[in-house]
C-alpha cells in the first residue's frame, strides 16, 4: 500500500468523528512516529510504500482515535515549545495556552544575570519546569505534584532532555509554608469546574487524569488561594508568581490576589482568553 493510500483510508475512517484539519494533524503525527515521514516527505512522494507491519500499527492508532484516546497517547510523545516530552494517563498533555505562560516567564527573565531560584507547582508531565531550566540556563528549579506516577514521568523528561530538577511529592493544599525563598513561583493548578464538564472533549473527559482538571464550584480559586498565601512569604524582593488561569474567571483570580496584597496583570492566550496571570508583592 502506498502512503497516499493509506491516507485516504485513514481520512475515510475518521470522517464522520472529527473536523478534517484534526484528520489530518493525527495522519502528520503518526506518519512521523511510525514511518519517519513528514507531511513535506509525503506530499513529494506520495508513492511511498507502506509495510503491512506499518499499516497493522495505523489500523490500531484508529480504533484508539475513534475512542477519543488522544493521538498523544498513542504515540507516548508530545511537543512543547520546542522540546519532546513523554505522556500517559498520569498527566494532563501539555497545552499551547500553557507554553505562553513559559513564554511570558522566560521573556521577562532572560537578560536577568542573576542566578534564579524557580519553583513548580503541579509539574505533571514536567512541561512547565522543563522548559524552563533549558531556556533560563542559570536557574535553580525545583517542582512539586501530589502524583507519585506524575513526578516519575517528570523525572524521565527532565533525564531526556539533560537538565536537573529538584522533583518533590507534595500536597500543596497541606502545606502550611515553603521553606525556601524563590525568585518565580508558576502553577498551572486543577481550574476547570464541575459545571464546566459539559463543555469538555471527550479525549479529556475520558482519559486526562480528573486529579489535575477539575475544582469544586464552589471553591474553584482554592489553588490559586493557597499558592498566592504561601508565595507572600516564599518570595524574594522583586519575585513573581505566574498562573495559568481559568478563562473565566480572570477578574475574579485578579481580584483575589489584590485582596492578599499582590499587584496582579492580566493576559490574553491567542485566542484573546484571560488564560494567564502575573502578580508581584506590592
Known amino acids: 500500500m502506498q502512503v497516499s493510500q493509506l491516507k485516504y483510508q485513514f481520512q475515510e475512517a475518521l470522517k464522520d468523528e472529527f473536523p478534517q484539519t484534526e484528520i489530518d494533524s ?3 503525527i503518526l506518519t512521523e512516529h511510525y514511518l519517519g515521514l513528514g507531511r513535506l516527505d509525503i506530499a513529494l512522494n506520495p508513492g511511498v510504500e507502506v509495510s503491512e507491519d ?17 493521538v498523544q ?23 499551547p495556552e500553557t507554553e505562553e505562560l513559559v513564554d511570558w516567564i522566560i521573556s521577562d527573565h532572560k537578560d536577568s544575570r542573576q542566578r534564579l531560584e524557580i519553583l513548580d507547582i503541579g509539574t505533571g508531565s514536567g512541561c512547565i519546569p522543563v522548559s524552563l531550566a533549558k531556556e533560563l ?3 535553580q528549579v525545583s517542582s512539586f505534584d501530589i502524583s507519585k506516577e506524575a513526578l516519575d514521568l517528570a523525572r524521565v523528561n527532565a533525564r531526556e532532555n539533560s537538565v536537573k530538577i529538584d522533583f518533590h511529592e507534595v500536597n500543596i493544599l497541606e502545606t502550611e509554608s515553603l521553606e525556601a525563598k524563590y525568585d518565580i513561583i508558576v502553577s498551572n493548578p486543577p481550574y476547570v469546574r464541575e459545571l464546566e464538564k459539559n463543555a469538555m472533549h471527550k479525549n479529556v473527559l475520558d482519559h ?47 481580584q483575589m490576589l489584590e485582596e492578599l496584597g499582590f499587584e496582579a496583570e492580566l493576559k490574553k492566550d491567542i485566542f484573546g482568553n484571560h488564560r494567564l496571570l502575573k502578580a508581584s508583592r506590592k
Not at 506499518?54 to 488522544?70: G, I, N, T
Not at 510523545?77 to 497545552?95: D, E, H, M, W
Not at 495559568?244 to 474567571?249: K, W
Open 26 to 28: 493525527f495522519f502528520y
Open 54 to 70: 506499518q499499516h497493522q500499527k495505523f489500523e490500531k492508532a484508529l480504533l484508539r482515535l475513534k475512542d477519543h484516546e488522544p
Open 73 to 95: 497517547h498513542i504515540t507516548g510523545v508530545a511537543q512543547f515549545y520546542g522540546y519532546s516530552f513523554r505522556v500517559n494517563k498520569s498527566t494532563l498533555i501539555p497545552r
Open 137 to 139: 540556563k542559570n536557574s
Open 208 to 254: 486526562e487524569p480528573a486529579t489535575a482538571l477539575y475544582v469544586k464550584d464552589d471553591d474553584p480559586l482554592v489553588f490559586y488561594r493557597k499558592i498566592a498565601e504561601l508565595a507572600l512569604d516564599a518570595l524574594k524582593e522583586n519575585g513573581m508568581l505566574y498562573f495559568e488561569i481559568n478563562q473565566y474567571l480572570g477578574k475574579e483570580t485578579k
